[in-house]
Structure formats: structure tokens, C-alpha cells
């Protein structure tokens, strides 16, 4: 069974870092693309980033853009999210997913998804 585990997840103070990770079983993520979404109480889920399937292409949220940096070692099956300059309004539930084919900012391209971890910025 396929399945996306994220963590790193936490509470930090506005201005601070955290680093997400992705891991995955049953998958390879080296033959998937993946994306960061978060979800905030009461708001749709939101892309933040993602990866292609080298790492050679990433896209970034404008809201994150330079804060936020997407990598991946396919040798670990990992992929992570570097964030920086962490804000009140990044806090929310990020979850990882993985997409085997055509990818992107809408969710519905996705094939897997994790459970999620919740990061909760303080101000």
C-alpha cells in the first residue's frame, strides 16, 4: 500500500525555520513528481511548492517564493521543504503528494497524498 509520511512539523516563532519531509513506502518518489500543499482552518487547501521527478524543475507559491525551498534526494526517496522566515500566515497543515504522470499547483493531479503535519507559527 502506498503510503506518503510527512514530519518535521512543530511550533515555532515567527521568523523561524522549519524543514518538512517527505518519505515514502511502497513508492518510488524518484518516478514522481511532488507537491507541498497546506490548509489552513477554515480555507482551502493551497499550493506551496513542488519538484519534478529529477529535481531539475521546482515551482514555488508567490507567497512563499524566497522563503521556501523544495529538494529532493532520490537516493533517500525523500523530499524535503526548507522554510524560512516563518510567518503567522504559514500556519496550517502541509501535506506531501506525489504525482505519477502530468503535475502542477492543482491538487487533482496528484495520485497520492500524505496524512499531513501541522506547522503553527507564533507571532
Known amino acids: 500500500q502506498v503510503q506518503l509520511v510527512e514530519s518535521g512539523g512543530g511550533l515555532v516563532e515567527a521568523g523561524g525555520s522549519l524543514r518538512l519531509s517527505c518519505s515514502a513506502a511502497?513508492?518510488?518518489?524518484?518516478?514522481?513528481?511532488v507537491g507541498w500543499f497546506r490548509q489552513a482552518p477554515g480555507k482551502k487547501r493551497e499550493f506551496v511548492a513542488d519538484?519534478?521527478?529529477?529535481?531539475?524543475?521546482?515551482d514555488v507559491a508567490d507567497s512563499a517564493k524566497g522563503r521556501f525551498t523544495i529538494s529532493r534526494d532520490n537516493a533517500r526517496n525523500t523530499v524535503a521543504l526548507q522554510m524560512d522566515s516563518l510567518k503567522p500566515e504559514d500556519t496550517a497543515i502541509y501535506y506531501c503528494?506525489?504525482?505519477?504522470?502530468?503535475?502542477?499547483?492543482?491538487?487533482?493531479?496528484?495520485?497520492?497524498w500524505g496524512q499531513g503535519t501541522q506547522v503553527t507559527v507564533s507571532s
Open positions: 503528494a506525489a504525482a505519477r504522470g502530468v503535475w502542477g499547483r492543482d491538487p487533482r493531479a496528484y495520485d497520492y
Open positions: 519538484i519534478s521527478k529529477s529535481g531539475a524543475r521546482t
Open positions: 511502497a513508492i518510488t518518489l524518484s518516478t514522481h513528481a
